[in-house]
């Protein structure tokens, strides 16, 4: 044994009855087991706790006497030979030590190494080799938060297993990113774009959350948005959400006072009134500008408003840029149900030229759902056309994990050594072939279900391996969630089912504002799936953990049960309308109408009010500037009209007809506004009310390169 390992630990033995000799630290106030011996040599040796043992006999030398322990050999581990038939082995205890607080897992691992050499095997448990003994205290040595670390059972055994953020197997995906990012930092490209894909639960997510705090610290500016299926009727929505909240932040924090001063005072010097078009995007500009949105002016007649507003945005991220010196980031998640403008706008961002400030640097970057939907590739066609793109592109692909990180992962949670997790880890590998969401909800329902718990009287998690290994699973996570809402109460589900209907986030005010609205306990009831894991509550709203939760529970409803819920709730906001005021109410209310569809209409007197509150929402659409959405407003508003809806409701009609024809002629689209003119042409009853489709026909004979026909035609007219 070395000087300095004798100094530590005194083993007192006695081999003439059944007396355990104790162990006595001097130091005990710094006593640090790692810190005293020699270093771990990865040859094998580990000279302190070799020593520490060594009458003991615990050596990896194959050519050892017949008196010493057979530690390892081709049928593992072997029980300890006696010196002669009169020694007796005594066991020695290590309880002096965990006494002494040295941490239990280093505790074990001697015990562990004690009972080898008494012969005591603890089957999957036993050590077979002195490396497997490197391997565990190298662990505790790289990780001693994790491997060092005493867990508090008896909370645990209350709370469940809780499974945190950490990122396992991704190292070479985030350097991917983070070099990226810090060309765009040093200049060596005007802007970069990269976009993580794979198929769902692979943690895209995560990986983007991982990147976006490297870039926090490295103090670059964070803009973080998400697309949603289901709300997918208000303008710009991922888009103005990332803008508005990064001004929310601003207002919020009185330390950044300074900030938002400086960052107001260039948007007015750089943007000026134009900066209005912008506010009613984002509310909280509206708010740090000092603009009332009730009193902002919209021009309405400007062909070339989505253009306008694509400008505007690239002038913002400008002045952000330039403003506070450092790289604007742009993290859009769920791009498989990105809208059309949006995408422009992005692309207008990477455009050459787009950021005219020499000084203004952009890194975006982007998720999606691979081989989600049918339009991606046509979707994401001008955004990564290099012929027009000045930006670097940089793909990133997501895989499900291997056996081994799945290994790692499995250990860190439990902070249990792989090699003690190895046979649960494999388990669950081959039940849900890697899929990181699938891993973390399995365990979490192992630990839920009994099958997975944590231990009072070993101080550590433990399992059923057997019963896992029965245990059935449906094949992919989306029915694993199926099954699992299903668990639950009847109410809790229903609540799960009206909460999905409106996206994969809500507010919590939102929800109250419906659960009086519908006469239903809800918040109660959302309450209990978020103490299941189902959803998250934070920043007042209630968030799904993961979108394939929200799909879960929105397709337990069958199609007919989903339009008939959809057309009720819009119906109950539609009350609401009139009164609040708020926009936010319209276009829910609109967009869960237009879910429904005409055929979810029961009452005659139902169209007209749907008609008309897509009218409304498709008014306020082009005040945004979004013509694409507010087209499909308009046009939804006729599809709820009734048959004899030019004679019942005359100027609803017209109203609808002429307005979805101008969203129409600056979207390019001429076939649609041919057949909305001839609709007007047919049925208007003076000549008065059919100037305006003639007119936007001879401004679409302009724009497709007549110009003769629409001077023949404007002479016609006049």
């Keep these: 044994m070395t000087e300095r390992a004798s100094e530590q630990i005194q083993i007192v033995e006695t081999t003439n009855g059944c007396e ?26 580990l000279s302190m706790y070799q020593n520490m043992l060594s009458d003991y006999n615990l050596s990896d030398d194959d050519s050892r006497s017949s008196h010493d322990m057979a530690f390892q050999g081709d049928d593992g581990p072997r029980k300890r030979r006696t010196r002669n038939e009169n020694y007796n082995m005594c066991s020695v205890s290590v309880e002096p030590l965990k006494e002494k607080g040295v941490p ?20 999957d448990e036993t050590y077979n080799d002195l490396s497997e003994v490197r391997d565990d205290l190298q662990l505790m040595l790289d990780k001693p938060s994790i491997y060092l670390h005493d867990q508090d059972m008896e909370r645990l055994s209350t709370i469940g297993l809780q499974i945190g953020d950490t990122l396992f197997g991704r190292n070479a995906e985030l350097s991917t990113i983070k070099e990226a990012y810090r060309r765009s930092v040093s200049g060596d490209s005007d802007s970069e774009l990269v976009t993580i894909y794979g198929h769902s639960g692979t943690g895209k997510s995560l990986l983007a959350f991982e990147f976006g705090k490297y870039l926090l610290s490295d103090g670059g500016i964070l803009l973080t948005g998400k697309f949603d299926q289901r709300q997918q009727g208000k303008p710009f929505s991922a888009l103005a959400s990332a803008f508005n909240q990064y001004c929310g932040i601003l207002l919020q924090n009185c330390e950044l006072a300074p900030s938002k001063q400086k960052l107001a005072h260039q948007i007015n010097h750089v943007l000026g009134r134009e900066a209005h078009h912008l506010a009613k995007l984002m509310p909280n500009l509206a708010r740090m500008l000092g603009l009332k949105l009730n009193y902002i002016v919209h021009d309405e007649g400007c062909n070339n408003a989505q253009k306008r507003l694509q400008y505007l945005l690239c002038r913002f991220v400008e002045v952000i840029s330039s403003t506070f010196a450092a790289t604007v980031t742009l993290c859009l998640d769920d791009l498989q149900w990105a809208d ?31 081989g989600e939907t049918d339009n991606r590739d046509s979707l994401w066609k ?13 793909d990133v692909k997501l895989d499900c994990m291997d056996e081994e990180i799945l290994t790692a992962m499995v250990s860190e949670t439990l902070c249990l050594s792989p090699r003690l997790t190895r046979s649960l880890s494999s388990i669950i590998y081959h039940k849900t072939k890697g899929n990181p969401l699938f891993v973390s909800r399995l365990m979490i329902s192992l630990s839920k279900e009994g099958l997975l718990r944590p231990s009072l009287s070993m101080r550590r998690w433990e399992w059923d391996k057997e019963k896992i290994q029965c245990q059935k699973l449906p094949d992919d996570v989306a029915m694993f969630f199926t099954k699992s809402i299903e668990a639950l109460s009847e109410d809790v589900k229903a609540s799960l089912c009206v909460l999905s209907c409106f996206g994969s986030s809500t507010k919590t005010a939102f929800m109250k504002t419906l659960e009086r609205l519908l006469h239903k306990n809800l918040l109660n009831n959302l309450d209990i799936a978020v103490e299941e894991g189902l959803l998250d509550k934070k920043d007042g ?47 829910t209310a609109a967009n869960q109408l237009n ?108 724009c497709s390169s007549r110009l003769p026909d629409s001077i023949e035609k404007s002479i016609e007219i006049l």
């Excluded at 000799?21 to 006593?31: H, I, K, R, T, V």
């Excluded at 239990?104 to 095997?121: E, P």
């Excluded at 509150?613 to 945004?624: D, H, I, P, R």
């Design 340 to 370: 059309s403008a949006s995408i422009a706008a992005v692309n207008q961002l990477l455009l050459t030229g787009g950021l005219a400030s020499p000084n203004a640097k952009f890194f975006f970057l982007g998720c999606y759902r691979d």
């Design 20 to 45: 355990t000799g104790a162990e006595e630290l001097s130091n005990e106030e710094d006593f640090n087991p790692f810190l005293q011996g020699e270093a771990i040599h990865h040859d094998g040796e």
């Design 541 to 587: 709203r209630y968030h799904f953990s993961h979108d394939r939760i929200q799909e879960a529970a929105y397709n337990m409803m069958n199609f007919l049960d989903q339009g008939r819920f959809h057309f009720s709730y819009g119906m109950a906001l539609a009350s609401l309308v009139a009164g609040e005021g708020d926009d936010s109410i319209l276009l």
């Design 595 to 702: 879910l429904a569809g005409p055929e979810a209409v029961q009452e005659k007197k139902q169209n007209v009010i749907v008609a008309n509150l897509n009218l409304q929402a498709g008014k306020k659409a082009m005040e945004m500037s979004d013509f694409v959405l507010a087209y499909s407003y308009f046009d939804n508003g006729i599809s709820f009209l009734r048959k004899k809806h030019w004679e019942e409701h005359y100027k609803l009609s017209l109203e609808l007809f002429d307005l979805a024809a101008k969203c129409a002629l600056t979207n390019g689209d001429i076939v649609s506004l041919n057949l909305l003119s001839e609709q007007v042409i047919a049925y208007a009853r003076s000549y008065e009310d059919k100037l305006n489709v003639l007119y936007l026909f001879t401004c679409a004979l302009g």
């Design 382 to 394: 001008t955004l990564c056309n290099n012929d027009l793109v000045s930006a670097r592109s940089t």
């Design 104 to 123: 239990r897992s280093l505790c074990d691992l001697i015990a562990n190494m004690l009972d080898c050499a008494n012969g005591t095997l603890r089957k």
